[in-house]
């Protein structure tokens, strides 16, 4: 799956986790550009993301992940 591929599923899994509609995801996004962007939020939309690729996140990833940029990488990597 290309990057253009899961940042377009991944939108609509965005959107409906941070209540943004029209979001433009980006790899810097984090939780200091993102209103929203709550601790709640991120474990729903984290839990949302493995509902919709089929995969659970490693404990690491998790310790690692601070942008959108970093979401979107570990998902390419569980995909490939």
């Not at 839990?47 to 919709?52: D, K, L, P, S, V």
């Amino acid at each position: 799956m290309t990057r253009e591929e899961i940042i377009s599923k991944l939108t609509p899994i965005a959107e409906a986790s941070f209540q943004k509609s029209g979001m433009v995801l980006t790899n810097d996004m984090c939780a200091q550009n993102v209103d929203t962007w709550t601790s709640l939020a991120f474990m729903q939309f984290l839990t949302a993301i493995e509902e919709q690729f089929g995969f659970k996140f490693k404990m690491m990833e998790l310790i690692q992940i601070k942008t959108m940029g970093n979401i979107i990488d570990a998902i390419g990597s569980h995909l490939s």
